[in-house]
């Protein structure tokens, strides 16, 4: 507290923050440990997932290069350029228009594989039918192999929906992915990020985006990916943007040297003797590495341009709960079926309950309409009237009618 008062904070958390996680596999529940009832009715976490247009944007991320070769790559951009960002185009006799989800797209492709395998010849508007078939097996199973972060059916949701508000932190929770979507993830908002801040579109003028586990992203002597390369313009040419870049990792030397070259800053706590071997730490001084392998948690060397040596600083304990305290206080939910999350939605949008109960129980029961409707509480605002969502829902089909026999009334002793 000390520190605290020293520094002239008050030990508090950040006042500000939003969360967003993508949903776990069932579509129904968020893939993090935040799934809490008491954390989210402190501070709901935030769905988030990728449409139609991340996809094409990200394919050689989502894609590996065997798959993703030049004939793929020209038919996926015709795709895009015919059907996703054009007005449609005809496919036979028939015209398609313009799709707006990854559903859609995979009709198209198959409706064109379908009419070349029918049709004289080996190709679809110049693209051979082995193309074809391949990028359809690609494209229809992104929702198995990516589920519950590629929105096949529906619009993509994100922190992106909203423009960023100044003095807020954004966490985007990817500690539930593979390292593949971890990677679509990172390439999408890093890309989107730059893209908003050059068209001065984001809200802000200055943001700081900081990556845990640097070199796992960037790592030195690593193969040239898009990620990698997002973070290389960031360090490199982010400061006329207003971004900066701020990584935390454990090894310093694994990093790409052209991101750390970049680095005006360098901020060491407690470093292991083999890390110091490596040629990166070899400005220290013999004493100056000595303390560094010695630090206590809360001291870390400072290293700037303006300081003609090293500063050795101290700082307070965080005024948060760590990582595995929290978990251990606030123990995960239960999975929640897609009815049992439409009513958590309910509670959370503080309408009648019972009346959107009653209204949840005219609706078709099926998983996928009860997810889309799902979805489309999500979008909404805390004090929202849920129940438009609920009438443009899929009904349920009404009961079959009980057929009953007509036997006409006859007196068999009327003619005696």
Same mark, same amino acid.
């Given at each position: 507290?000390?520190? $605290?008062?020293?520094?002239?904070?008050?030990?508090?958390?950040?006042?500000?923050?939003?969360?967003?996680?993508?949903?776990?596999?069932?579509?129904?529940?968020?893939?993090?440990?935040?799934?809490?009832?008491?954390?989210?009715?402190?501070?709901?976490?935030?769905? %988030?997932?990728?449409?139609?247009?991340?996809?094409?944007?990200?394919?050689?991320?989502?894609?590996?290069?065997? /798959?993703? /070769?030049?004939?793929?790559?020209?038919?996926?951009?015709?795709?895009?350029?015919? %059907?996703?960002?054009?007005?449609?185009?005809?496919?036979?006799?028939?015209? $398609?228009?313009?799709?707006?989800?990854?559903?859609?797209?995979?009709?198209? !492709?198959?409706?064109?594989?379908?009419?070349?395998?029918?049709?004289?010849?080996?190709?679809?508007?110049?693209?051979?039918?082995?193309?074809?078939?391949?990028?359809?097996? +690609?494209?229809?199973?992104?929702?198995?192999? $990516?589920?519950?972060?590629?929105?096949?059916?529906?619009?993509?949701?994100?922190?992106?929906?909203?423009?960023?508000?100044?003095?807020?932190?954004?966490?985007?929770?990817?500690?539930?992915?593979?390292?593949?979507?971890?990677?679509?993830? %990172?390439?999408?908002?890093?890309? @989107?990020?730059?893209?908003?801040?050059?068209?001065?579109?984001?809200?802000?003028?200055?943001?700081? !985006?900081?990556?845990?586990?640097?070199?796992? $992203?960037?790592?030195?002597?690593?193969?040239?990916?898009?990620?990698? +390369?997002? #973070?290389?313009?960031?360090?490199?040419?982010? @400061?006329?943007?207003?971004?900066?870049?701020?990584?935390?990792?454990?090894?310093?030397?694994?990093?790409?040297?052209?991101?750390?070259?970049?680095?005006?800053?360098?901020?060491?706590?407690?470093?292991?003797?083999?890390?110091?071997?490596?040629?990166?730490?070899?400005?220290?001084?013999?004493?100056?590495?000595?303390?560094?392998?010695?630090?206590?948690?809360?001291?870390?060397?400072?290293?700037?341009?303006?300081?003609?040596?090293?500063?050795?600083?101290?700082?307070? +304990?965080?005024?948060?709960?760590?990582?595995?305290?929290?978990? &251990?206080?606030?123990?995960?939910?239960?999975?929640?079926?897609?009815? /049992?999350?439409?009513? @958590?939605? %309910?509670?959370?949008?503080?309408?009648?309950?019972?009346?959107?109960?009653?209204?949840?129980?005219?609706?078709?029961?099926?998983?996928?309409? #009860?997810?889309?409707?799902?979805?489309?509480?999500?979008?909404?605002?805390?004090?929202?009237?849920p129940m438009g969502v609920l009438r443009n829902g899929r &009904?349920?089909?009404?009961?079959?009618?009980?057929?009953?026999?007509?036997?006409?009334?006859?007196?068999?002793?009327?003619?005696?």
């Open positions: 507290l000390k520190l $605290y008062e020293a520094c002239g904070l008050e030990p508090r958390p950040f006042p500000r923050v939003r969360y967003y996680a993508p949903k776990n596999r069932n579509g129904a529940q968020l893939n993090s440990v935040r799934c809490n009832q008491e954390l989210e009715e402190a501070n709901p976490t935030r769905p %988030f997932s990728f449409g139609l247009s991340d996809v094409i944007k990200h394919a050689d991320v989502l894609l590996s290069q065997d /798959d993703l /070769d030049a004939k793929a790559d020209a038919y996926l951009q015709y795709l895009n350029d015919e %059907f996703v960002q054009g007005d449609g185009r005809k496919i036979g006799e028939a015209f $398609y228009s313009r799709v707006e989800n990854l559903d859609d797209l995979c009709g198209i !492709v198959k409706m064109q594989l379908d009419f070349g395998q029918t049709s004289p010849g080996s190709s679809v508007d110049g693209h051979h039918i082995h193309t074809i078939r391949k990028m359809y097996n +690609r494209l229809s199973n992104f929702g198995r192999r $990516y589920m519950g972060l590629i929105a096949e059916r529906g619009k993509p949701q994100g922190p992106f929906d909203e423009k960023f508000e100044p003095g807020t932190v954004y966490v985007v929770d990817v500690a539930g992915l593979g390292s593949e979507e971890q990677d679509l993830v %990172f390439a999408a908002y890093i890309t @989107r990020l730059r893209e908003l801040m050059e068209t001065g579109e984001l809200g802000v003028e200055n943001l700081m !985006v900081v990556v845990d586990e640097l070199n796992k $992203y960037a790592p030195s002597g690593g193969r040239d990916n898009y990620v990698a +390369r997002s #973070l290389k313009e960031i360090a490199a040419r982010g @400061r006329y943007l207003g971004l900066t870049l701020f990584g935390a990792q454990q090894f310093r030397s694994r990093v790409d040297k052209e991101i750390v070259g970049n680095a005006a800053t360098h901020a060491f706590g407690h470093i292991e003797t083999e890390e110091l071997a490596q040629p990166g730490y070899g400005y220290f001084s013999p004493a100056v590495k000595e303390k560094l392998g010695s630090l206590s948690p809360g001291e870390i060397l400072i290293k700037h341009p303006h300081f003609a040596q090293p500063i050795f600083l101290r700082f307070p +304990r965080p005024a948060c709960l760590k990582g595995s305290e929290g978990i &251990k206080r606030y123990q995960k939910d239960k999975v929640l079926t897609p009815r /049992d999350a439409i009513l @958590r939605q %309910f509670k959370r949008l503080g309408g009648s309950i019972q009346a959107n109960r009653d209204a949840l129980e005219r609706l078709s029961q099926d998983e996928r309409n #009860l997810l889309d409707v799902l979805h489309d509480l999500e979008r909404l605002r805390d004090e929202t009237d &009904k349920a089909p009404p009961p079959p009618r009980e057929e009953r026999a007509v036997v006409p009334e006859i007196d068999p002793f009327n003619e005696y």
